[in-house]
């Protein structure tokens, strides 16, 4: 399974910005083979998602709650997906988790398939992101 390691939170004023990122570590299997998607989980929350991309990046998925705010992309040649944020919110506080899978995905998934948490074998261990008001 590929590893992935979350980076870029922290502490934010609403309204501001962050970008996190999601390096995967070479596991045999190229990385632009690989689905990635974006969840988040509150204290007393169900784990919720955010976005995905699909191993091109040709195709981008994202829940009706985000869209606008939020944009993923990805660089294959760094192993690298990004979730850029933008106007954000306190209630958007929670830790952040990039998940990667291969099986199934593909172009003609639909968002549902994507947003599926199940779906995707690898996990990173989570960044925390704070918004204050």
């Known amino acids: 399974q590929v590893q992935l390691e979350e980076s870029g939170g922290g502490l934010v004023q609403a309204g501001g910005s962050l970008r996190l990122s999601c390096a995967a570590s070479?596991?045999?299997?190229?990385?632009?083979?690989?689905?990635v998607g974006w969840f988040r989980q509150a204290p007393g929350k169900e784990r919720e998602f955010l976005a995905a991309?699909?191993?091109?990046?040709?195709?981008?998925y994202y829940p009706h709650s985000v869209k606008g705010r939020f944009t993923i992309s990805r660089d294959n040649a760094k192993n690298t997906v990004y979730l850029q944020m933008n106007s954000l919110k306190p209630e958007d506080t929670a830790v952040y988790y990039c998940?990667?899978?291969?099986?199934?995905?593909?172009?003609?998934?639909?968002?549902?398939?994507?947003?599926?948490?199940?779906?995707?074998?690898?996990w990173g261990q989570g960044t925390q992101v704070t918004v204050s008001s």
């Open positions: 998940a990667a899978g291969w099986r199934g995905f593909g172009p003609h998934r639909a968002l549902s398939y994507y947003s599926d948490y199940g779906n995707y074998d690898s």
């Open positions: 070479d596991s045999g299997r190229p990385f632009s083979s690989y689905a």
């Open positions: 991309i699909s191993w091109t990046g040709s195709s981008t």
